[in-house]
């Protein structure tokens, strides 16, 4: 079992940045890819980023790519998400996530842990 928690959330103003953390605890995240997510009420729940246990490979979405930015620290067993330039839009839950599975992927359902998230509100 691993366990996630999420910190670093907190009311920025757009254009801003933020890092978020993932603390892992019960074993070592060396062996998983890790992603980011994040949902909004009443919206399904959104692919950001991802890393690759091997060479770290990282994938973004669209919609994170040149802005944020997906790294791990296997020795502290943390994974972060630099966000910059946020957007009004993007007040949003963010969660961590470890998958099994140690290629990146943006499916949910690829993952086997989860955080319990992070609150992230952007303000004009």
């Known amino acids: 079992q691993v366990q996630l928690v999420e910190s670093g959330g907190r009311l920025v103003q757009a254009g801003g940045s933020l890092r978020l953390s993932c603390a892992a605890s019960?074993?070592?995240?060396?062996?998983?890819?890790m992603g980011w997510f994040r949902q909004a009420p009443g919206v399904e729940r959104e692919f950001l980023a991802a890393?690759?246990?091997?060479?770290?490979?990282?994938y973004y979405a669209d919609s994170a790519k040149g802005r944020f930015t997906i790294s791990r620290d296997n020795a502290r067993n943390t994974v972060y998400l630099q966000m910059n330039r946020l957007k009004l839009e993007e007040t949003a839950v963010y969660y961590c996530?470890?998958?099994?599975?140690?290629?990146?992927?943006?499916?949910?359902?690829?993952?086997?842990?989860w955080g319990q998230g992070t609150q992230v509100t952007v303000s004009s």
């Open positions: 996530a470890a998958s099994n599975i140690q290629t990146v992927s943006t499916r949910t359902t690829a993952y086997d842990y």
């Open positions: 890393i690759s246990s091997i060479n770290s490979r990282t």
């Open positions: 019960g074993r070592t995240i060396s062996g998983y890819a």
